[in-house]
């Protein structure tokens, strides 16, 4: 294949943030493959994710990326937090984050992990079926429960809809049954599917609460919550709806569609805070043709770092640059990127556009790579986990140091 030359020079995305430019990370005297997070960009997205939506109090869906650096970040500029396990909330308390300013989020959470929440303090409980309910009545008394509505998640990359989720049908029925239970009706979320593409998904699903809303007031229930859950986007290559976007269209469909205002607003951002705040710099370790294919094999793949990219029948494009000299000027080939493992499904990227020269040594870089990377990570056939590094912000903090160092060694799990 020949290679060609760009019409026009290509520039970073303008998501890319400041302090993480190929010339900045260069000057990094670590091995790679590392993940570096630039904490004053998490700092800034939440400030911009309030900005859109007033009144909405955040709690980040720390699964994406517990790494307590962040954590710390969040805490201090003022956002609440949403786990979906036991060992969440451990994590939180190491950081002094109160459990009862935490929401437990999980639909279906084992016993045990609810009976500790409770004993810590936390006393709010999401739920979608009457199983979770009893379960919830029996080891955590007297909690505040708020039901996980099934919404249409159709223009969301990950649909959790299959797994998740009460019919609208069962809704009113479900909520007066936890009082029966002996539990407080509290609220209502959902969740319009992650990496959401259509801002018209949140206003559709705050219609079905707002109607559910009004019917509960016939049986003397007034609920306190309405949590808008996750699924806010962040850039990666494709065009997605900005935080403004959203909030032009959450804030309206607030006004109009509940019959009445609920003391807390909640919303669950994950991904949108964190994703753009990272690039993952990984070495080439191999390059080969392959039936007239050109391979480039990195040495962070799907198991240790980028399991998004095989989650989707799709695909999953991320922004790349190089370290390669003159990138964005000097000719370029397509190029399937695999991972280390010895495993063909390791393989990320096809067709991406990466200079012609690159060789066995040189760095690529990967954007938007702060969410869902290592806290899918495993180890597998021997290959670890990028490192984690931090700039800006809290990146020095002590106890935020030793936790993830701790976390580095224990190895990370994780999920939508």
Not at 191 to 208: K, L, Y
Not at 279 to 294: K, Q, W, Y
Not at 315 to 340: C, E, Q, R, Y
Request: with cysteine; proline share 8%.
């Amino acid at each position: 294949m020949t290679a060609a030359l760009t019409g026009t020079r290509p520039a970073l995305p303008a998501q890319w943030p400041a302090a993480l430019t190929p010339d900045c990370l260069a000057v990094i005297d670590m091995p790679t493959p590392y993940l570096v997070t630039d904490l004053d960009t998490v700092a800034h997205r939440l400030a911009a994710f309030t900005a859109a939506l007033p009144g909405v109090r955040p709690f980040y869906a720390m699964k994406c990326n517990p790494a307590p650096e962040i954590l710390a970040t969040l805490r201090d500029h003022g956002a609440g937090f949403e786990i979906a396990s036991l060992g969440e909330l451990r994590m939180l308390e190491r950081l002094g984050v109160d459990p009862a300013g935490v929401l437990y989020s999980n639909p279906v959470k084992p016993p045990a992990h609810i009976a500790a929440a409770h004993a810590a303090g936390l006393w709010r409980f999401s739920f979608d079926s009457a199983n979770e309910l009893r379960k919830i009545a029996e080891h955590a008394p007297g909690s505040a429960v708020y039901l996980r509505l099934l919404v249409d998640d159709t223009s969301s990359s990950f649909p959790l809809s299959r797994k998740f989720g009460a019919e609208v049908a069962e809704a009113h029925d479900l909520l007066v049954l936890a009082r029966r239970l002996g539990l407080r009706p509290y609220g209502i979320t959902f969740h319009v599917g992650s990496q959401c593409g259509d801002a018209g998904a949140w206003r559709h699903a705050i219609g079905a609460a707002g109607a559910i809303m009004s019917g509960l007031l016939t049986a003397g229930i007034r609920l306190e919550m309405i949590d808008l859950g996750g699924g806010f986007p962040a850039r990666y290559v494709a065009d997605v709806p900005s935080i403004a976007e959203i909030g032009a269209m959450v804030l309206p469909a607030l006004a109009e569609l509940l019959p009445y205002r609920p003391g807390l607003l909640a919303a669950e951002p994950g991904r949108h805070l964190v994703a753009e705040a990272a690039v993952m710099a990984v070495a080439v370790i191999g390059r080969e043709v392959r039936a007239g294919e050109h391979w480039l094999f990195v040495e962070v793949g799907a198991y240790n770092g980028m399991m998004e990219t095989v989650q989707l029948p799709t695909g999953w494009d991320f922004p790349m640059w190089s370290s390669v000299p003159g990138h964005g000027a000097v000719a370029t080939l397509p190029f399937t990127v695999t991972g280390p493992s010895c495993d063909s499904s390791d393989t990320m990227f096809q067709g991406v556009a990466l200079p012609a020269d690159i060789a066995v040594g040189d760095i690529v870089y990967i954007g938007s790579a702060g969410a869902y990377t290592l806290s899918y990570a495993s180890a597998f056939n021997g290959f670890a986990p990028p490192t984690p590094l931090f700039v800006g912000g809290r990146a020095s903090e002590p106890d935020a140091r030793e936790l993830t160092d701790e976390l580095v060694r224990a190895g990370t799990t994780g999920g939508h």
